[in-house]
């Protein structure tokens, strides 16, 4: 699986959008871009995945650069209860079950 | 139940001992999968299973056990638990078990301590 970069925290205040970025530069073709936050004390949440469009759903919105080297994860309105680890995930369509690789991620404060 | 439960919350363990972690979902889920998350490695895979009948390895297997009897349950079984394998377990179930739209849903977790 392609390898992510992502900063290791950020802060937003709340009301504001939250913009949170991934690098995937070795991203390949045939994989697509899936997001997971994970709420402290939490099992892993599934927030949006993308290939190469643009994705948007209520929770979130998804844009991935034309070249599909990276891509940032906007909370439009964050709320206190966004605080969370964020997690980009880069994985390949394939038959089969297949681990999720989470890497560090990005340690999210929404602050009042 | 709505979506996918775990039990126990958490358990503590002498070594030695075995353990079954319970996990069902009530989402006709056809793929389910086994976790651990340690503090500065992540989450890793331990087993999975596509559908009913069958299951795999993940990357940590050893030491555990798991079957697939049914769709809903997929029970992990820690025969002799040792120290090491205290950690937070989750299991996880996704509609599909590859293509595009597989986005794994997670439990609550399971906390196990061996001492």
């Known amino acids: 699986d392609a390898k992510t970069t992502q900063p290791t925290s950020m802060d937003c205040a709340e009301g504001r959008a939250a913009n949170l970025p991934c690098n995937h530069s070795?991203?390949?073709?045939?994989?697509?871009v899936y997001w997971y936050r994970q709420i402290h004390s939490q099992g892993p949440q599934y927030i949006i995945h993308?290939?190469?469009n643009n994705e948007t759903n209520e929770m979130a919105s998804l844009i991935i650069t034309e070249d599909r080297k990276s891509s940032t994860l906007i909370l439009p309105h964050a709320t206190l209860r966004d605080t969370a680890v964020y997690y980009c995930?880069?994985?390949?369509?394939?038959?089969?079950?297949?681990?999720?690789?989470f890497g560090q991620g990005t340690r999210l404060t929404i602050n009042p | 139940i709505a979506g996918i439960t775990q039990a126990p919350t958490s358990q503590i363990l002498a070594a030695g001992r075995r353990m079954t972690l319970r996990c069902t979902q009530d989402?006709?889920?056809?793929?389910m999968y086994w976790y651990r998350q340690d503090l500065g490695l992540g989450l890793r895979l331990i087993h999975y299973?596509?559908?009913?009948?069958?299951?795999g390895k993940g990357e940590v297997p050893d030491g555990y056990s798991v079957s697939r009897a049914n769709t809903d349950d997929f029970p992990l079984t820690l025969a002799s638990a040792v120290p090491s394998q205290t950690s937070v377990y989750f299991c996880?179930?996704?509609?599909?078990?590859?293509?595009?739209?597989?986005?794994?849903?997670f439990g609550p977790g399971t906390r196990l301590t061996v001492l």
């Open positions: 996880a179930s996704s509609l599909l078990a590859g293509g595009s739209n597989n986005e794994q849903f």
């Open positions: 070795t991203i390949s073709g045939n994989e697509y």
């Open positions: 993308g290939l190469k």
């Open positions: 995930i880069v994985r390949p369509i394939l038959r089969g079950a297949q681990k999720l690789v």
């Open positions: 989402m006709r889920h056809n793929a």
């Open positions: 299973s596509n559908t009913a009948g069958t299951t």
